[in-house]
């Protein structure tokens, strides 16, 4: 299973979103630190799911990092997220 999956499993699980979107980014961080030969250790989440709503967004993005840390842990270098609630408009 490719990791951008793994990574839509786990978030789908854990925060029921409304919608959901992982760009594969690696391609962009060729050269720089923490990329790989394949890719797939950069990647962007845009996650709108009401289990957001009243939550700062360090909060949001902790719990967006807990649920993906064994990924973070092992090849994910960087993971850029845009966490919000419905109806709050990119954040």
Known sequence: ???KDVITKK???AFAPESLRVEDESHLHAGHAGHRPGGQTHYRVHIVSDAFRGKSRIDRHRAINAA?????AGGVHAL???ATAPGEGAK
């Open 1 to 3: 299973m490719q990791t």
């Open 11 to 13: 978030l789908t699980e």
């Open 68 to 72: 993906l840390a064994a990924e973070l």
């Open 80 to 82: 850029a997220i845009h």
